[in-house]
T-cell receptor
Framework: EAQVTQNPRYLITVTGKKLTVTCSQNMNHEYMSWYRQDPGLGLRQIYY???????DKGDVPEGYKVSRKEKRNFPLILESPSPNQTSLYFC????????????FGSGTQLSVL | AQSVTQPDIHITVSEGASLELRCNYSYGATPYLFWYVQSPGQGLQLLLK????DTLVQGIKGFEAEFKRSQSSFNLRKPSVHWSDAAEYFCAVAYVMDSNYQLIWGAGTKLIIKP
């Protein structure tokens, strides 16, 4: 089954404790992206990647890191989480030439205490 | 600057009634427009998209949307809603630059269905 898999689904952590949210897709998509969703703000892009070893900042990259060492994986790293990073995070992927047709993971609800 | 506005934060309709969700965009060139749906506890799913051609586009789950360039709008419609349509709906516009693109999202409209 074609899908984007995020883990974990829920995560509670404390300020400053490094964490990684994993994202994997099995559709051989070139494009992958991370979003955060906050009430009343819609989705805001954190980082995106057009292909392996190619990443770029989105609208709200501060406090986040990503890597794209393999085509299928695009982990999101919070080196020192803070409470303002409490949010619902989504990973998405698409074929490079298909503008805007994103496949989303189920989301990761992160709470930073 | 590019932007997307969904004026209604919540909309409540009775089951079986018609639905229209509004979306207005600000974009200098011909837009690529999208509607996504987010069911509770789920990721987003593409409902429909407009790139060019016929301004009335059909999507999944019985939804349609009409692109009106003169009004900078891309409203989503459904003739008769079902309880399973209760969800949050997001409008988005893509702007393309070189070989890349970026999606600009509206804040979303939450659809509540009355029995």
């Amino acid at each position: 089954e074609a899908q984007v898999t995020q883990n974990p689904r829920y995560l509670i952590t404390v300020t400053g404790k490094k964490l990684t949210v994993t994202c994997s897709q099995n559709m051989n998509h070139e494009y992958m992206s991370w979003y955060r969703q906050d009430p009343g703000l819609g989705l805001r892009q954190i980082y995106y990647s057009m292909n392996v070893e190619v990443t770029d900042k989105g609208d709200v990259p501060e406090g986040y890191k990503v890597s794209r060492k393999e085509k299928r994986n695009f982990p999101l790293i919070l080196e020192s989480p803070s409470p303002n990073q409490t949010s619902l995070y989504f990973c998405a992927s698409s074929p490079r030439r298909t503008v805007g047709k994103l496949f989303f993971g189920s989301g990761t609800q992160l709470s930073v205490l | 600057a590019q932007s997307v506005t969904q004026p209604d934060i919540h909309i409540t309709v009775s089951e079986g009634a018609s639905l229209e969700l509004r979306c207005n965009y600000s974009y200098g060139a011909t837009p690529y427009l999208f509607w996504y749906v987010q069911s509770p506890g789920q990721g987003l799913q593409l409902l429909l998209k407009y790139f060019s051609g016929d301004t009335l586009v059909q999507g999944i789950k019985g939804f349609e949307a009409e692109f009106k360039r003169s009004q900078s709008s891309f409203n989503l419609r459904k003739p008769s809603v079902h309880w399973s349509d209760a969800a949050e709906y997001f409008c988005a516009v893509a702007y393309v630059m070189d070989s890349n693109y970026q999606l600009i999202w509206g804040a979303g409209t939450k659809l509540i269905i009355k029995p």
